[in-house]
């Protein structure tokens, strides 16, 4: 795999197709590691942490309906429960140890609402099985609105991952950059899902289940759908 991404580089570029060498380069070392890394996104509020949660039968990741998530939290395997913050401050790159349950004083807006902290991203160690094969779940910030700034970020990081969870929850249908964001994402990362959270609030979950799918359709994004 290696060799064949290093062959293929010089002649994207020789084509002139700088546009592909970042995506091929990333698709390359995606290949290659042993983690298999899956993000979970959209907007704030939607149940992103709820559902990396869920998926780790544990509330690894802070969630509360005062918290919204504000930095990037990477969940992979450890024998041992522990966290660690990766920031930046005064140009110096800094890696702290911190017990899990202050870990919302520094993944949520509630704990750091000037952003003013350097928080990079932090990475916790949890000991699920699920995550032993080499899973890591990647929960990111809500993109309030999918804004220009955080979707950009995020489709820049789409390429390194191996799958996509879209989440939105159940109280209303897809909105126009919702879709949109699908669309992109399709063309950048393997393997997109779209779940759709929140069914035991609203009862209507069902309606706005098939409403959301056949938004998807049109738009032609084909990709599995649930609803948890």
């Not at 064949?4 to 592909?20: F, K, S, T, Y």
């Amino acid at each position: 795999v290696g060799a064949g991404v290093a062959e293929l580089i010089p002649r994207l570029r020789d084509l002139d197709r700088a546009d592909m060498v970042d995506r091929v380069a990333a698709a390359g070392a995606r290949l290659q590691r042993p983690a298999t890394i899956v993000a979970v996104v959209g907007e704030f509020k939607q149940g992103k942490s709820s559902l990396v949660n869920g998926l780790l039968g544990q509330p690894v990741c802070p969630v509360d309906d005062d918290l919204a998530t504000s930095a990037i939290t990477l969940v992979r395997y450890g024998d041992e429960p522990g966290a660690v913050v990766r920031r930046r401050v005064d140009d110096e790159n800094l890696a702290e140890k911190i017990p899990v349950t202050a870990l919302a004083d520094w993944v949520s807006e509630a704990g750091n609402p000037a952003y003013d902290m350097g928080v990079e991203r932090v990475e916790i160690a949890a000991p699920r099985d699920i995550l032993k094969q080499g899973l890591m779940l990647v929960d990111t910030p809500g993109m309030g609105g999918l804004g220009v700034g955080h979707e950009s970020a995020t489709l820049g990081f789409l390429p390194f991952a191996d799958g996509l969870i879209l989440v939105s929850d159940s109280s209303s249908e897809l909105t126009s950059p919702e879709i949109e964001f699908m669309r992109k994402a399709v063309e950048l990362c393997p393997t997109v899902l779209f779940a759709q959270t929140k069914t035991d609030l609203y009862p209507e979950w069902e309606r706005i289940l098939h409403l959301n799918q056949a938004h998807l359709e049109r738009a032609g994004v084909r990709v599995p759908t649930v609803a948890v």
